[in-house]
């Protein structure tokens, strides 16, 4: 099953780990012509900014093709963008990378090349979390590059809780808000550059608005120290990184959750 839906930059295409997709493709006007557009193993998720749509009834269809040949979709959006969800989900965006912190998002891979180092074939498991190969996830490398974009961090009162169902769960979670440039899915991996400290992912949910995407709260919880996940590479030189994300000299500490939550949030 695959879904697609509109942000104010681009579209994000989800489908699932059972799929085991290894390329996505795209055709525009008719679901006829299609061209692979990117390499998607051990992805559940890609986002495209690439195809600047013509008109505004553009038809664009993607589906994907799984390791076995089998084709999944085609499922179609048309251009037809709702301008008020559009503008909604850019003063969104606008919003996070002004006052939003730093992070990485760093997508987990959920297939491609078992881990050479840890995993056992008679076991059919992964055998060292701490493997330096792996990163404990029994796919070789572990996570995709990480990808440097800004969150909203919401303060933890009751008030603003409530309505965030599986905090109860995770008591100590963070709560982060991200515009939906940047697809989150449960167990990737978000560094807070702010504080050094590293998260995993439990649940996303995304409000989307007159089906457009405009934004995800994510609930992550802090890796103790010894997690692999804290060598990963890329999140060590993350100062360097960090002059590259736009407006990330802003003010950090000034944000207002209020805006973001209670009252569109729904279950993805
Ligand atoms: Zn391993």
Redesign the pocket.
Known sequence: MIRVYPTATGRIIRWSESDNAVTLERSIHSPSNFSPIADVVGRIVYYDDQYIPEALNDMIWYQLVAQDGKVIGPARIVNLQDKLAEAMADRIRQHVEGFGVPIAVVQVRVGGKK?S???STSTNK?V?RM?P??Y?T?WEGGYFEPVFTKAIKVQQSERTLKSITPVVQFPNASVLVLSSDVPVSPKDIIADFQTGGIYRVQSVKETIERNTALSQTVIATLLPLEAPEYSLPGLKDYEYKLENIPGSKAQTNNWDPDVFLGNSIKEN
């Open positions: 881990c180092r840890c995993f992964t060292d493997c190969v792996c404990g029994g």
